[in-house]
T-cell receptor, first 112, second 114 residues
């Protein structure tokens, strides 16, 4: 079974402060990890995926297989980063079903 | 970028009636579409996986006779909530993927059953 845990329901930081949104996963195989973001009144959209190893909007996330974590980090938070962030895992069981398992989400608020 | 639409965006219906929600990939062919349900302030729960031309695969605990899914073409999947009841009120979201690419999400449909 695959499971994604986001321990923080709410996270509040001040503008310019570093931010880290935690994500831990449980999966027996080789997972693919994603971070999705949902801004107020907008649809869910992909922020980044671990295989891309890229930085989007200043955010990065490193897959740590030893700790089974995929924490999302940004060194200097901006007010426009305020949103709901979901960590998700895709398990390739059988190779044909790339379904996503989502964590419960963390609501990030960046205060001025 | 890839765009996924849903129709309607919101619907109110009486208990016992059936409601159909459409999910369309506007600028790409979706080999697979997924249907999710999201309760207020909660995460997305996968309901079923829909592959074009074949029967949908439902997650454990999801009644396939209650939530009928049809994926008739590579750009359209429909979810029909049959004999809807108040407990079916929720936010229903679809996503579409082409091959092994990223899932693109629709804007969601808010269903309220009175």
């Amino acid at each position: 079974a695959q499971r994604v845990t986001q321990p923080e329901k709410l996270l509040s930081v001040f503008k310019g402060a570093p931010v880290e949104l935690k994500c831990n996963y449980s999966y027996s195989g080789s997972p693919e990890l994603f971070w999705y973001v949902q801004y107020s009144r907008q649809r869910l959209q992909l922020l980044l995926r671990h295989i891309s190893r890229e930085s989007i909007k200043g955010f990065t996330a490193d897959l740590n297989k030893g700790e089974t974590s995929f924490h999302l980090k940004k060194p200097f938070a901006q007010e426009e980063d305020s949103a709901m962030y979901y960590c998700a895992l895709s398990g390739h069981s059988g190779g044909s079903n790339y379904k996503l398992t989502f964590g419960k989400g963390t609501l990030l608020t960046v205060n001025p | 970028g890839a765009v996924v639409s849903q129709h309607p965006s919101r619907v109110i219906c009486k208990s016992g009636t059936s409601v159909k929600i459409e999910c369309r990939s506007l600028d790409f062919q979706a080999t697979t579409m997924f249907w999710y349900r999201q309760f207020p302030k909660q995460s997305l729960m996968l309901m079923a996986t829909s592959n074009e031309g074949s029967k949908a695969t439902y997650e454990q605990g999801v009644e396939k006779d209650k939530f009928l899914i049809n994926h008739a073409s590579l750009t359209l999947s429909t979810l029909t909530v049959t004999s809807a009841h108040p407990e079916d009120s929720s936010f229903y979201i679809c996503s579409a993927v082409q091959g092994k690419e990223t899932q693109y999400f629709g804007p969601g449909t808010r269903l309220l059953v009175l």
